[in-house]
């Protein structure tokens, strides 16, 4: 399923909370969003700009419709999430 600036605002409030908690974050994130994909990665790792950015996280939005998993800044083309800590 597609996402959409709602789901993506519900999915980074989660993240707000969880990333200052003891809560495992992506299993968490999984568990209460089970039909979008969750990475996790470095910030470091990251050569793109985010989609959105937090105090403590970034968010980048991936699209897994092809062979390969490419970032995209579309949430209509978005199926998933990856999630850095700053």
Same mark, same amino acid.
């Given at each position: %399923?597609?996402?959409?600036? /709602? +789901?993506?605002?519900? $999915?980074?409030?989660? $993240?707000?909370?969880? #990333?200052?908690? *003891? =809560?495992?974050? #992506?299993? =968490? ?5 089970? *039909?979008? /994909?969750? %990475?996790?990665?470095?910030? =470091? *790792? %990251? ?10 996280? @970034?968010?980048?939005?991936?699209? +897994?419709?092809? $062979?390969? #998993?490419?970032? /995209? *800044? @579309?949430? =209509? ?6 999630? /850095?800590?700053?």
């Amino acid at each position: %399923m597609p996402l959409n600036e /709602t +789901r993506i605002d519900a $999915v980074e409030a989660s $993240v707000s909370i969880l #990333i200052l908690s *003891d =809560e495992p974050l #992506i299993p =968490e994130l999984r568990r209460h969003f089970p *039909d979008i /994909t969750f %990475m996790r990665c470095d910030a =470091e *790792d %990251m050569d793109a700009a985010p989609y959105r950015s937090g105090e403590h996280y @970034q968010l980048f939005l991936l699209n +897994r419709s092809n $062979v390969c #998993i490419t970032l /995209t *800044d @579309q949430p =209509e083309l978005a199926d998933g999430i990856i999630v /850095t800590k700053k």
